[in-house]
């Protein structure tokens, strides 16, 4: 079963009212009337009341964000299915007062059905304020043709437009006045998401995905509706240039819903939203590309929000949303850039609203401000015997762990965390790339270890990029002693020593000694077997001990949590073991 097949429930005929009761239990200054299930604040001061709601499956829209500057209710239908009109009574009669009410919900037939049927028996029972809807439609993926009866889809924008018209509210305006204001917002505002794969409903029978592996929907709808069309998985940028040029382009026709002008003059508020599952390091990847795609459109960025706003359960996907703000040059706007935003800036507490700057995001691309260096002394010079045999045993080891990226990736998402192959891949990119460019020149090998050592600090980063790094800095510190000490060039005996001194050097950092299942098994043993019988089979016995990793209990590193017994039947070697064997196999035949 797919991991998105799973979920972490008593019962999916509970699971939304045990999910409501868990948001109470959060914020205790909310409330909870469980029978209609409408989570809400009690009026404490004399305001239009806003409210929102729909199917469950959201989350954290819409319950999460009652709250002040917010809403002050949410009406919750059972996963991807309206509330019924005794729930959305319910919930007005809660928190409408005098003032009024306006009621901002998705563009979907059985909310714009409940929720206005429930406004209209408010209003016909003479009971205290008026209670008006509002219906948001911002989804960019349905063509004016499509929308002719229904309209376009409401999604994450509807987000955008109840805290603008909160804080008005706030203000102490009248119900036109933010009535008036959301309609103005819902105008101007443009989104459209992707997805990976559709989400599964808790209860429902898991079905099969209509998605290749390499394939991504664009425009799904956050119930499970199909999207309007599939593109190749490609990068991040080229996606986001594909959705981004769709909801500003004013060509076509049946999809120009939002008025930019794209000569230079446009400012824009950014909505970068999770629909379930993306992780928080790809959404930033999401945010930064999204960002510099608009700058690079000269299309000012006056705020930018990112987080987990609207999901579809646990769909992998997002969606980015554009809400256009006044133009400076039009006169004839009801509304300036300054107040709009503004209203967005207004202070706002709720759990489902995330941290924002209430500034402008800065320049991507720019450069930052670099710290003062000192420069390094001279290098003492120890050149090696023979500068070619030493770049080219260096592109060797390089290329061999590139190529056994597959095999320790496998490896270690048995016996790790999964990033072992992709993190010497890393390190082995950057040493060619250094070659390459004549960073790394064979010419010093004490000035060259120490490139080395530098970019697998910087490439791989984690537990193996420092350990490595040390490593390599304390072979750099034993070929400069034996420079200091009269060589002038490397020798087998210059590396063995040179060896066993970053060995000692790595050991005053890391408790492993073998056996231990970790690389120092085979890295101890290699270094041990160099001066007395050669690289090549000083390389068989690292082989040998890497190989005896697999009978080993892990005494450290990753491999420590694993459950052990599972790791003997399956005679997985530990992928950092293996990881050095594959780098001194690759330093064959380079004696010197």
């Not at 049946?254 to 379930?276: A, H, I, T, W």
């Not at 790394?440 to 910087?458: C, F, L, Y």
Request: net charge negative.
């Amino acid at each position: 079963m797919a991991s998105g097949h799973k979920h972490l429930l008593n019962t999916p005929q509970t699971l939304v009212v045990d999910s409501l009761k868990g948001l109470v239990t959060l914020n205790p200054t909310i409330k909870f009337d469980e029978g209609q299930r409408v989570i809400y604040t009690p009026p404490t001061k004399a305001r239009v009341a806003l409210l929102s709601g729909g199917g469950s499956g959201h989350e954290p829209a819409h319950a999460g964000f009652v709250g002040p500057g917010l809403l002050d209710a949410a009406v919750c239908g059972n996963i991807f299915a309206s509330p019924n009109v005794a729930q959305v009574r319910r919930g007005v009669e809660l928190v409408t007062g005098e003032k009024g009410a306006l009621i901002v919900v998705m563009n979907y037939t059985g909310d714009a059905l409940h929720f206005g049927l429930a406004a209209e028996q408010h209003r016909s029972a003479g009971k205290p304020g008026d209670v008006r809807v509002l219906l948001v439609g911002d989804d960019v993926a349905v063509t004016r043709e499509q929308g002719t009866i229904v309209g376009r889809r409401g999604l994450a924008g509807t987000i955008l437009v109840y805290k603008i018209a909160s804080a008005l509210s706030d203000t102490g305006a009248d119900l036109d006045a933010v009535e008036d204001l959301g309609k103005y917002v819902c105008s101007r505002l443009g989104t459209l998401g992707a997805g990976l794969d559709h989400c599964h409903v808790p209860g429902t029978r898991p079905g099969e995905s209509h998605l290749e592996a390499n394939q991504l929907e664009l425009g799904m709808g956050i119930h499970n509706e199909p999207g309007t069309s599939k593109l190749e998985l490609t990068t991040v940028a080229e996606l986001v240039d594909h959705i981004l040029a769709t909801i500003t382009d004013t060509t076509d026709s049946e999809r120009s819903y939002v008025p930019f002008k794209n000569d230079g003059s446009d400012e824009v508020v950014l909505l970068v939203n999770d629909l379930g599952a993306i992780s928080e390091l790809e959404l930033g990847g999401i945010t930064n590309e999204a960002v510099k795609w608009l700058q690079s459109k000269k299309i000012a960025v006056r705020r930018v929000f990112s987080g987990t706003y609207m999901t579809s359960l646990n769909m992998p996907g997002f969606s980015l949303t554009l809400l256009l703000l006044p133009s400076k040059s039009d006169s004839s706007a009801p509304y300036s850039a300054s107040q709009i935003l503004e209203y967005l800036d207004a202070p706002a507490s709720a759990p489902g609203w995330k941290w924002t700057s209430n500034k402008e995001p800065g320049v991507v691309g720019a450069k930052a401000e670099e710290a003062v260096v000192a420069k390094k002394g001279k290098e003492v010079d120890l050149r090696p015997t023979d500068s070619k045999d030493f770049l080219a045993a260096i592109t060797r080891a390089s290329k061999a762990l590139i190529a056994a990226e597959p095999e320790l990736t496998e490896q270690d998402q048995i016996a790790g965390d999964g990033d072992a192959g992709l993190t010497l891949e890393a390190g082995a990119k950057g040493i060619l790339k250094a070659i390459k460019s004549g960073k790394i020149k064979g010419q010093n090998v004490i000035e060259d270890v120490g490139v080395i050592a530098e970019i697998v600090e910087e490439d791989m980063g984690g537990t193996s990029g420092a350990l490595y790094s040390i490593f390599f800095a304390g072979l750099g510190t034993g070929l400069r002693d034996a420079a200091t000490s009269g060589a002038t060039s490397t020798t087998p005996e210059v590396w063995s020593k040179a060896a066993g001194e970053a060995l000692t050097t790595l050991y005053k950092y890391t408790r492993a000694r073998p056996p231990s299942r970790t690389l120092v098994d085979p890295l101890e043993t290699f270094i041990k077997s160099l001066p007395s019988k050669g690289l090549s089979s000083a390389a068989e016995d690292a082989l040998a001990a890497a190989e005896k990793t697999k009978e080993l209990v892990a005494k450290a590193g990753r491999g420590a949590y694993v459950n052990q017994e599972d790791l003997k039947k399956r005679e997985v070697p530990d992928p950092g073991a293996w990881g050095i064997w594959r780098i001194v196999d690759g330093l064959r035949g380079f004696e010197a």
